[in-house]
């Protein structure tokens, strides 16, 4: 894939750990520190919507997850997406915070074209576990179906 | 102001367009200028009276433009609303309130889009990765129709929504347009099986499960009940007006919540029919958004006219067709009249309370119009 053209994650100051640790090949999210909270969140905000507490850390989830919905987006499309499309893209609940849902692409294996993936096996509600891959200056998460 | 104050306070008296097309010649600040002085010559208000505007923040031309060229006087109220077409019936509601509490006499809500000859908002790259787009786009997410897509591969999931529903929407709409000689698609009749090979754009939605792409413009005159009365066209009074901004909400993209299948238009039903004297089983005819045709089922849902679930299987049986239980976007709507971010829904429901749709609901009385669903959004209740 002609990763250079993709669009690249335009990155602001509450979302910046989260590709900190993508780089890592750790998937965490956002969670209230607050010791009578600890609620998750996500996209990441600079308060606790429950608590209202500032104070917030990264979360490690086990990158286990669930396909909630999926589309298979046809042209027109950016120049990059085209050369791929019909390609999928998927929202995955995390297994260990199934309101916590990530969007992202069901490939392979890691790095694999996001059309890689026979489209009659995307179903709802299909395992699936995180996997990395460097896409031009990020570390993206992907998704593969659990074996 | 005692809850209840707006209450058909106001009326709209004046509605204008200019053709709709997928390219018109002239700039958005012309046609905005036409559409606006055919609302008013619609109203018999001269536009030296003009001292209120309201319209979305996406449009391009601007209330200093607008004043000096129609030839307004002094301005007192202007105002505009963010969130695409989500904006649409909040524009009359601004003007609504800034009406009732005297903070202007004569409103002017307009809405002049060249979205046929212009480019695509998604192909803009600079504007389409703020936050949460950082979450979505680099994954190929990068369209409204990918967003609404998402959401309607899961309603059709877990409440058995199909593709044939969507048809009876975009149907629905066609036929609508086939009777309307001002609609892009007057002439294009919709067959099921054009409608189950066309091409997809997102699957699962396919070419005719999304909007027109168009150049025009419209307005809509807004003047006190007291006033209307007097004007040269029947009032269309505001019965009811609300905004929609649930919590936890996320805009097109809204999948982190604990229920992203319930959307704005549940927040803004709520606040609507609170205010109303009448129910969802009293709608006569009703303009709901349709960027997308998923955004009916989902409408239907919010706005009470079945439960939750069933706005899918709502659609069987022509219910959304004249005669039906509930006659929807009876110009052709955003799908086969023009999409110009809702502004269309407005004034096809003001001609159905005056009688004057080229596809009349026998003594309409009462008119939903609704603005986009899934994104922060507004409606009206209109009644004659
Ligand atoms: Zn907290």
Redesign the pocket.
């Known amino acids: 894939m002609t990763s250079s053209d993709l669009l690249a994650p335009v990155v602001d100051d509450d979302g910046a750990p989260f590709w900190e640790y993508t780089a890592q090949h750790e998937l965490r999210v956002q969670?209230?520190?607050?010791p009578?909270?600890?609620?998750l969140?996500f996209p990441p905000r600079p308060?606790?919507?429950?608590?209202?507490?500032f104070?917030s850390e990264w979360r490690r989830m086990s990158g286990k997850g669930r396909i909630w919905s999926y589309v298979f987006p046809h042209p027109p499309l950016l120049p990059a997406y085209a050369e791929m499309a019909p390609y999928n893209a998927i929202v995955v609940e995390l297994a260990d915070a199934p309101r916590i849902r990530l969007v992202g692409n069901l490939v392979t294996e890691a790095g694999a074209p996001w059309n890689s993936v026979d489209p009659s096996r995307l179903k709802i509600g299909a395992r699936v576990q995180v996997v990395f891959a460097r896409i031009g200056e990020f570390t993206m998460p992907q998704w593969v179906l659990e074996r | 102001m005692a809850a209840g104050a707006l209450k058909d306070a106001t009326a709209i008296v004046g509605i204008g367009q200019t053709p709709f097309a997928k390219q018109l010649p002239e700039s958005e600040k012309a046609l905005a200028c036409r559409a606006i002085l055919a609302a008013l010559d619609d109203a018999g208000i001269s536009p030296a009276e003009v001292d209120g505007f309201a319209s979305y923040t996406m449009e391009e031309t601007d209330e200093v433009e607008i004043a000096k060229a129609i030839g307004a006087g002094d301005v007192t109220f202007f105002s505009k609303v963010g969130y695409g077409g989500g904006g649409s019936c909040a524009t009359l509601a601004h003007l609504a309130s800034a009406v009732a509490t005297g903070q202007a006499s004569v409103g002017v809500a307009w809405r002049s889009r060249k979205r046929g000859s212009g480019r695509r908002p998604w192909t803009n790259t600079q504007v389409q990765l703020p936050t949460p787009g950082q979450w979505t786009r680099p994954y190929g997410l990068l369209r409204p129709a990918d967003e609404i897509g998402m959401l309607t591969r899961r309603h059709m999931h877990e409440y058995g929504t199909t593709r044939d529903h969507l048809f009876n929407v975009a149907l629905a709409c066609r036929n609508r347009a086939n009777q309307n000689p001002a609609a892009q698609m007057y002439e294009r009749p919709m067959t099921r099986e054009s409608y189950m090979t066309a091409r997809m754009i997102s699957d699962p939605l396919c070419l005719f499960d999304n909007c027109l792409e168009t150049d025009g413009a419209l307005a809509a005159v807004i003047v006190s009940a007291e006033r209307a009365r007097d004007c040269r066209q029947k009032p269309v009074y505001l019965h009811s007006v609300a905004q929609g901004l649930p919590a936890q909400h996320h805009g097109m993209v809204n999948y982190w919540n604990d229920d992203p299948l319930s959307g704005p238009a549940w927040t803004a039903a709520r606040q609507l029919w609170k205010q109303a004297d009448f129910g969802p089983e009293d709608i006569d005819v009703a303009q709901i958004y349709d960027a997308f045709t998923p955004l009916i089922p989902l409408s239907l849902e919010g706005y009470g006219f079945c439960g939750r679930g069933e706005g899918g299987a709502f659609t069987e049986g022509g219910a959304l067709e004249i005669g039906g239980r509930l006659p929807i976007n009876t110009s052709g709507g955003g799908l086969s009249e023009a999409y110009v971010h809702g502004f269309n829904l407005i004034t096809e429901g003001v001609k159905q309370l005056r009688g004057t749709s080229t596809a009349q609901v026998p003594d309409a009385a009462t008119c939903l119009v609704t603005a986009g669903e899934g994104v922060p959004t507004s409606a009206v209740l209109l009644r004659s």
Do not use: F, T
């Not at chain 1, 969670?31 to 607050?34: E, F, I, L, R, V």
């Not at chain 1, 009578?36 to 609620?39: H, L, N, R, S």
């Open positions: 969670a209230c520190a607050n009578e909270c600890g609620e969140r308060c606790c919507p429950h608590c209202r507490s104070d």
